[in-house]
């Protein structure tokens, strides 16, 4: 499968803790996105890299939040001191150099805070 | 900045019946505009899109979707559903300029086939 994969797919934690989300693009894309969708919304835009270089990131993401993409390919999403609130599904996706405006998603890891 | 509005969040249809997924959108610039589908456990996969040219876009397993600027709209239609239709639907919408711009999902419409 040559799609974009995310991992884990499912996380359960206590409220307080720290979770990592990873993120793996299509081979070559050098666009990547961060995406949070909570129920009964669309997803909402967190942040982008173009390669390695982290380009845009929504108020949505408040100081506890951190992404990286240290070599350009596959991404990380950090959620420090995690709130009941940040409860989602996060969402990734890539895009190729040839066609921006089609953005390739992963099936989400759905994060549950308790 | 640019918003979408699917009024719509759950539509019930009948097999092989037509559904129409309304797709209101607001915005000061020209725009680009987009449908993706979600089927169940699944990703999103873009559906179609409006870029530039003829207002009427078609994707390959028979939706279209037509581009109104006076109405701001760009409602997805389909002329007879199938089951696998099933799916929820989002309308997105970026702004129609250079360099990368932030695309922005409207809330979604459930579209659920009826045997």
């Known amino acids: 499968d040559t799609g974009v994969s995310q991992d884990p797919r499912h996380k359960i934690t206590k409220r307080g803790q720290n979770v990592t989300f990873r993120c793996d693009p299509i081979?070559?894309?050098?666009?990547l996105y961060w995406y949070r969708q909570t129920l009964g919304q669309g997803p909402e835009f967190l942040t982008y890299?173009?390669?390695?270089?982290?380009?845009?990131k929504s108020r949505l993401l408040s100081d506890r939040f951190s992404a990286e993409r240290p070599k350009g390919s596959f991404s990380t999403l950090e959620i420090q001191r995690t709130e009941q609130g940040d409860s989602a599904m996060y969402l990734c996706?890539?895009?190729?150099?040839?066609?921006?405006?089609?953005?390739?998603f992963g099936p989400g890891t759905r994060l549950t805070v308790l | 900045a640019q918003s979408v509005t699917q009024l719509d969040s759950q539509v019930p249809v009948f097999e092989e019946a037509p559904v129409e997924l309304r797709c209101n959108y607001s915005?000061?610039?020209?725009?680009?505009l987009f449908w993706y589908v979600q089927y169940p456990n699944q990703g999103l996969q873009l559906l179609l899109k409006?870029?530039?040219?003829?207002?009427l876009v078609e994707s390959i397993n028979g939706f279209e979707a037509e581009f109104n600027k006076s109405q701001t709209s760009f409602h997805l239609r389909k002329p007879s559903v199938h089951i696998s239709d099933t799916a929820e639907y989002f309308c997105?919408?970026?702004?129609?300029?250079?360099?990368?711009?932030?695309?922005?999902f409207g809330t979604g419409t459930k579209l659920q086939v009826i045997p």
């Open positions: 996706a890539s895009s190729p150099r040839s066609s921006y405006n089609e953005q390739f």
């Open positions: 081979s070559e894309h050098n666009r």
């Open positions: 890299f173009q390669n390695e270089a982290q380009l845009e």
């Open positions: 915005s000061s610039v020209s725009v680009y």
């Open positions: 409006y870029l530039s040219g003829s207002t």
């Open positions: 997105a919408v970026r702004k129609d300029s250079g360099g990368y711009q932030k695309v922005t």
